[in-house]
Nanobody, 122 residues
Framework: QVQLVESGGGLVQPGGSLRLSCVGSGRTFNGYSMSWFRQAPGREREFVAGINLSRVGTSYADSVKGRFTISRDTGKNTVYLEMNSLEPEDTAVYFC???????????????WGQGTQVTVSS
């Protein structure tokens, strides 16, 4: 069993930055690839970024490439999402999720956090 807890969300102005954290507990946490998803009101949950076990393989949605960076610290059981040049369109609840391999489809992920709200507004 793996528990995931996100933090770091908040209100930020356009062009600003935030760093989200996802802390995992459970012996097998570091055996999973980790991804971030987001869901805005009235929209489907969408893939944002993923990182595999080796921390070398990463994947990003086209909408965030060059602005967001995913990383993980296995010693701290934590995955991060560094978000720069934020836009109002980035406003959503952000979730971290665990799966055996990175996948852009939210179906089939084994574990989810509760989410953290990110609001980009002036």
């Amino acid at each position: 069993q793996v528990q995931l807890v996100e933090s770091g969300g908040g209100l930020v102005q356009p062009g600003g930055s935030l760093r989200l954290s996802c802390v995992g507990s459970g012996r097998t946490f570091n055996g999973y690839s980790m991804s971030w998803f987001r869901q805005a009101p009235g929209r489907e949950r969408e893939f944002v970024a993923g990182i595999n076990l080796s921390r070398v393989g990463t994947s990003y949605a086209d909408s965030v490439k060059g602005r967001f960076t995913i990383s993980r610290d296995t010693g701290k059981n934590t995955v991060y999402l560094e978000m720069n040049s934020l836009e109002p369109e980035d406003t959503a609840v952000y979730f971290c999720a665990a799966k055996s391999a990175i996948a852009p489809d939210y179906a089939g992920y084994d574990y989810w956090g509760q989410g953290t709200q990110v609001t980009v507004s002036s």
